[in-house]
């Protein structure tokens, strides 16, 4: 491991001039990802800045009716929190999804949609990667590319995200609060992530001194209507293959509001709201599901082993809509 210095910060605004007072450092708090990449050499920051004091460990009301999730708390606590089960089913059934119990009660969720990719050339330093060393050249491209991206890829990187949490959160339309030096602001969840284009080592739109305070889940939460189905090569402690967070408002057996993100297909969560937008006022029905999946992967493009993808991501949104659809209990 290479050497670095350490502090701990009390307070947002001591962490934001911390961060921006070093080149190259970087916040921790679980540390399940960041030091893992430090280990192998992938991630080198010259400082690190525990935020794990900070008090952004709660779980509150928001002013929109909806509820805010602070940074801090554990997915863990997040999944296990009475509101977020009985409001957010959705987010707690998709987080329980991801990586273990050991881990959960370690991950916060301001660091889980931040993990970084799990391409293994990205973890592999004597390989090239435009990720981890800008200008290198993708080794997956024309390498093994079984656990790669379909949809939104470019020739810089085929990549996919791998937070599970991220897909639920991308489906609830969640906001992101942030700060940094220049003060607070929102952005959608939908714009915390990029598509690689030709600056794949850019994971997100975040400054460099911005960091994420919470996020505020809207009041709609689907909680009649939902499910996160998650396709994997082994039933636990696996990431995505191909998954889909679904929520659905369903009134006197029409769709009102469909909303399907995918995971495991792109750099980011995957959302398509013209395709959602098909199932308005359409009773929910196999044939209708079919549209919606189909205008889903209608740009995807396979590699050279992943392929498959696109059939399975197809299969598995008509099978995520049939059970929501039917869901009406909380998990
Ligand atoms: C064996 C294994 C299996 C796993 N399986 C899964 C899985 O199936 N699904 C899944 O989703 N995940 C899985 N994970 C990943 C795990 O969920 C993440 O490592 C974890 O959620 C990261 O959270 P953290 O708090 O530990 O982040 P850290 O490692 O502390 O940080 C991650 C990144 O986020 C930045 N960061 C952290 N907090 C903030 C903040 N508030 N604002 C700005 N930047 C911040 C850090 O600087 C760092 O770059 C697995 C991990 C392991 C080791
Ligand atoms: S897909 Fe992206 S992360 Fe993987 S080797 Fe290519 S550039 Fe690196």
């Not at 939104?152 to 791998?162: L, M, N, R, V």
């Not at 006022?281 to 396979?302: D, I």
């Given at each position: 491991m290479n050497p670095f210095t350490y502090t701990k910060a009390e307070n947002v605004a001591k962490a934001v001039d911390e961060i921006s007072s070093h080149s190259r450092a970087k916040f921790i708090a679980g540390g399940t990802n960041l030091l893992d990449l430090m280990k192998v050499n992938v991630m080198r920051p010259s400082h690190l800045v525990d935020i794990t004091h900070l008090d952004l460990d709660k779980i509150e009301e928001n002013a929109t009716g909806g509820l805010r999730l602070g940074a801090l708390v554990t997915n863990a606590d997040t999944a296990y929190h009475p509101e977020v089960k009985k409001r957010y089913p959705l987010l707690s059934k998709t987080i329980l999804a991801g990586a273990s119990a050991q881990l959960r009660n370690m991950a916060t969720n301001g660091g889980n949609p931040l993990q970084r990719t799990r391409c293994y050339y990205f973890y592999d330093t004597a390989t090239p990667c435009n990720k981890r060393e800008p200008g290198s050249g993708c080794s997956a491209i024309?390498?093994?590319?079984?656990?790669?991206?379909?949809?939104?890829?470019?020739?810089?990187?085929?990549?996919?995200?791998?937070s599970d949490m991220a897909v639920a959160l991308a489906a609830l339309e969640a906001q992101v609060l942030v700060s940094g030096k220049k003060g607070e602001r929102t952005l959608n969840f939908a714009d915390l992530h990029r598509l690689p284009g030709n600056t794949p080592e850019q994971d997100t739109n975040l400054a460099p001194d911005e960091i994420i305070t919470g996020y505020d889940l809207p009041a709609q939460g689907f909680a009649q209507h939902y499910t996160y189905l998650k396709i994997r090569d082994r039933e636990s402690y696996a990431f995505a293959l191909v998954?889909?967070?679904?929520?659905?408002?369903?009134?006197?057996?029409?769709?009102?509001?469909?909303?399907?993100?995918?995971?495991?297909?792109?750099?980011?969560?995957?959302?398509?709201?013209?395709?959602?937008?098909?199932?308005?006022?359409?009773?929910?029905?196999?044939?209708?599901?079919?549209?919606?999946?189909?205008?889903?992967?209608?740009?995807?493009?396979?590699?050279?082993?992943?392929?498959?993808?696109?059939?399975?991501?197809?299969?598995?949104?008509?099978?995520?809509?049939?059970?929501?659809?039917?869901?009406?209990?909380n998990p």
């Open positions: 024309n390498g093994f590319n079984r656990i790669h991206a379909i949809l939104g890829t470019s020739e810089s990187c085929i990549a996919t995200h791998p998954s889909v967070a679904v929520g659905l408002a369903i009134e006197s057996g029409s769709i009102i509001t469909a909303r399907v993100a995918l995971g495991g297909v792109a750099h980011k969560p995957w959302r398509v709201p013209e395709a959602e937008a098909l199932l308005t006022g359409k009773t929910p029905t196999r044939e209708n599901f079919t549209l919606l999946a189909e205008a889903y992967l209608q740009r995807a493009q396979g590699y050279q082993h992943n392929t498959f993808k696109i059939e399975l991501a197809k299969q598995a949104i008509v099978r995520a809509l049939e059970q929501a659809s039917q869901t009406k209990a």
